[in-house]
T-cell receptor, first 113, second 113 residues
Framework: NAGVTQTPKFQVLKTGQSMTLQCAQD?????MYWYRQDPGMGLRLIYY???????DKGEVPNGYNVSRLNKREFSLRLESAAPSQTSVYFC????????????FGPGTRLLVL | GQQVMQIPQYQHVQEGEDFTTYCNSS?????IQWYKQRPGGHPVFLIQ?????EVKKQKRLTFQFGEAKKNSSLHITATQTTDVGTYFC?????????????FGQGTRLTINP
């Protein structure tokens, strides 16, 4: 089992460009999450999907959209990238929402110029 | 505001010294989870504590959950260079009518060999 996979690993964007970060898990988990990690800020929840077919905003959703494509896949889209979105993005999954152990992907390092 | 606080933010020790990080919540938590993130890596689940006053050990790591279930600590005895990384606590917090796993800001541990 690969666990949680993310693509791409690295990305450089110009301000205003759009891109989609992909995440997939093979653990048959119901819940999936997108976090961003900035120095000194810990992990901040952007969006989450408690179960297939549902998505909800987290702590910092502005500037992002998500799609829970199926049970395995949860994508994060930046419609018009801004330098403030330069960060490391982690996708995570858990068997059940909210209180369950989360398993993280390797992360995507995004630089917006 | 931040509902799960961790201190200290940084800790530098000599190899062989002990290390402790503390986690405090403004509300009672049903459980507390601890994660470790190696430099350049992704968060990896270490342990979950559920019961009031619970103490769990993993080799040189000792985890405690406070009696009031509002605080927790991670203590590492006789640190080794393999302990380097950032340690996060996380707990489920009610935010806008939904329970979400909120991470502390993390304690970054560096070790002088």
């Amino acid at each position: 089992n690969a666990g949680v996979t993310q693509t791409p690993k690295f990305q450089v964007l110009k301000t205003g460009q759009s891109m989609t970060l992909q995440c997939a898990q093979d653990m048959n988990h119901n819940s999936m999450y997108w976090y961003r990690q900035d120095p000194g800020m810990g992990l901040r929840l952007i969006y989450y999907s408690a179960s297939e077919g549902t998505t909800d905003k987290g702590e910092v959703p502005n500037g992002y959209n998500v799609s829970r494509l199926n049970k395995r896949e949860f994508s994060l889209r930046l419609e018009s990238a801004a330098p403030s979105q330069t960060s490391v993005y982690f996708c995570a999954s858990s068997e059940l929402p909210y209180q369950e152990t989360q398993y993280f992907g390797p992360g995507t390092r995004l630089l917006v110029l | 505001g931040q509902q799960v606080m961790q201190i200290p933010q940084y800790q530098h020790v000599q190899e062989g010294e002990d290390f402790t990080t503390y986690c405090n919540s403004s509300t009672t938590l049903s459980n507390i989870q601890w994660y470790k993130q190696r430099p350049g890596g992704h968060p990896v689940f270490l342990i979950q504590l559920v019961k009031s006053g619970e103490v769990k050990k993993q080799k040189r790591l000792t985890f405690q959950f406070g009696e009031a279930k509002k605080n927790s600590s991670l203590h590492i005895t006789a640190t080794q260079t393999t302990d380097v990384g950032t340690y996060f606590c996380a707990g489920p917090v009610w935010i806008q009518g939904a329970q979400k796993l909120v991470f502390g800001q993390g304690t970054r541990l560096t070790i002088n060999p």
